[in-house]
């Protein structure tokens, strides 16, 4: 599974960005395809993600009420739209996939095994 991410960028305090994700071959209602993102000398943490079997949607309590994450499981794709940024939400943004049984999993790196390239978002304060 290759990954395509794009949307990252450089923009001001309670502004907006959207984030896309293309995965190549078909969507599995096994698996969740998400966000993952990383802020310099941070741990990578769990944002978003949505699980293909019932469309469930799950978030950091981070970015819960600002950021939207949606997904269209024909073209296996996903997008995290992102408002009333903060710089505390500057970072890498990595696009996961992985086969994901349970809920209360979404969150955890070890969850995903594919991973795309990393798209950078910049808050400006």
């Known amino acids: 599974v290759q990954l395509q991410a794009s949307g990252g960028g450089l923009v001001q305090a309670g502004g907006s960005l959207r984030l896309s994700c293309a995965a190549s071959g078909r969507a599995s209602s096994s698996y969740a395809m998400g966000w993952f993102r990383q802020a310099p000398g941070k741990e990578r943490e769990f944002v978003a993600a949505i699980k293909w079997g019932g469309s469930s949607t799950h978030y950091a309590d981070s970015v819960k009420g600002r950021f939207t994450i949606s997904g269209d499981y024909a073209k296996n794709t996903v997008y995290l739209q992102m408002g009333s940024l903060k710089p505390e939400d500057t970072a890498i943004y990595y696009c996961?996939?992985?086969?994901?049984?349970?809920?209360?999993?979404?969150?955890?790196?070890?969850?995903?095994?594919?991973w795309g390239q990393g798209t950078v978002v910049t808050v400006s304060s």
């Open positions: 996961v996939v992985g086969r994901v049984a349970y809920s209360a999993d979404v969150l955890r790196v070890d969850s995903y095994n594919y």
